[in-house]
């Protein structure tokens, strides 16, 4: 940025002073706005925001010093350089007063017409690169903000409209960004300023793919290119630029789809915006890549999760059974939540569990419960047994972890119900309008060795069952007893349809930090 073509305020009270102050400062190419008294001066400097004012210390209002002063306390106008000029004000200490009040340079008349050029274009030339370097100071916190924000997206759309936000505020014109998700969807969002609100558009991967192969073919990197208006309206007919399109494409590494960030290209961006643009696009590539590779584990963990869980839920007369897996929102881990549903004859096993932790160890030893179970009722449904035998099987090849188990064994048409606990939450039994919790079971599997005792129930006609894991509950900032009551007052009025109450429970308590099963039956009348 040159010095040419300032916009320099001139206040003097003396005519001929002021004009020929002025025609240096035209012969030199600057745009000259003139004030003859102090008042009028401020006023000028706060409507027009001059790139210099050049003052006379003596006003017929008030003092060149004040005027000075006032500018410099301003906010808005502090940054204005002032060059003081005085015929009169001419002494050593009338100087060091000028640049102690505020100014930036003090002339003492007579004045040679070289030395006042000289003067101002230095001024310029030290406030404009003063300018540079506040605006690149702005820029580079603005880039900061804008790169934390894209790293705490949890979201696509929120990352990419984080970063289309962002580049238009930052570069204070309108943007655009593509990306290729996962799932194959194209995503594209502009934003405009001074709203800044990014706005979906459509788009599709054949747009991305052409970018791509206008900079980077099929290499990783990063390029900052022009895009002519011509090319650009006709990958995008819907767009609104207004002429060439300055673009950055990133690939962070090969067989990768290319991410695109761009704003308008006119007036052409100087380096530092280009630098600015460069690394807003390698920002959001990154975020883009840190997202995907989490969407991606996110989906692993909860396919290995379902696979190890009962593929279906066998159908047994005389009861409904609804149930959920749901797991943790922002867990790519696999955790050791399950449940279970087996005939046995003509009564029915129903199982519920949690191994601590998230790990692929927590599932694995999961699995192995299960299957433990499975083995256990073979040939005998002894309740006591298997919950001893689970205990034994974490204990020996497990040691150091622990589990809690509940079992129900229920026969359908009596209502006759077995109950073995051990350390679980306890079964919530729901029978007309009335709703409460079993009493308390034995220690948790992996402790100790432990004889766990039997209870028996009866669960009447049209009588329900709740079963759920303490990852529906739980919260940090809430007793667990709290919780427990609230799922006990829901289930004073359970709709008829099991599969509704289900889905209102879990909506009650939202997204969850951990994962959460979930088993309910109705004897049916």
Known sequence: MGSDGATVLVVDDTPTKLYILSSWLRRSGHQVVQATGGLEALTKVRELQPDLVVLDVRLPDISG?????QIKADAATSSIPVIQ??????????????????????????????????????TLRYYRARQRAELMARRLAALTEVTLSMNSAETFDELLSTAVEGASRILERRGSTLALLPDGRIRRFTAVPPEKAAVAKIATP????????????????????????????????????????????????????????????????????????????????????????????????????????????????????????QPAVDNVEVGGDFYEVLRLGERVLIAIGDVQGHSLLAATVMAELRHALRASIIGTSDLGTSMALLNDVLRRYHPGMTATVCLLLLDPVTGEMEVANAGHIPPLLIADGRAHYHRMGNLLLGVAEESYRVDRVNVPEGGSVLMFTDGLIEDRDKLLDESLEIVQHLAEEVEEDLEAFCDRLIERFGAREDDVALVMFRRER
Not at 65 to 69: R, S
Not at 101 to 117: I, K, M, N
Not at 288 to 305: C, F, K, M, P, S
Request: with cysteine.
């Open 85 to 122: 000029i005085s015929g009169a004000a001419i002494t050593p200490a009338d100087r060091a007063q000028g640049l102690e009040r505020g100014a930036d340079a003090y002339l003492a008349e007579p004045v040679e017409p070289d030395e006042f050029a000289a003067t101002v274009e230095a």
């Open 65 to 69: 010093y004040e005027v000075c002063e």
């Open 206 to 325: 054949e747009t991305l793919t052409r970018l791509g192969a206008m900079s980077l073919g099929d290499a990783a990197g990063t390029q900052v290119f022009t895009v002519p208006t011509a090319k650009w309206t006709g990958m995008l007919p819907d767009t609104k630029i207004s002429g060439d399109a300055s673009v950055v494409v990133c690939r962070t590494k090969l067989g990768r789809p290319p991410v695109y960030l761009g704003v308008d290209g006119v007036p052409p961006l100087d380096a530092d915006e280009s630098n600015v643009l460069r690394q807003l696009g390698q920002a959001l590539a990154l975020a883009v890549d840190a997202l995907r590779a989490y969407a991606e584990e996110h989906a692993i963990a909860i396919t290995l999760q379902r696979s190890l869980l009962p593929a279906r839920i066998p159908e047994v007369p005389g009861l409904t059974i609804s149930w959920r897996y």
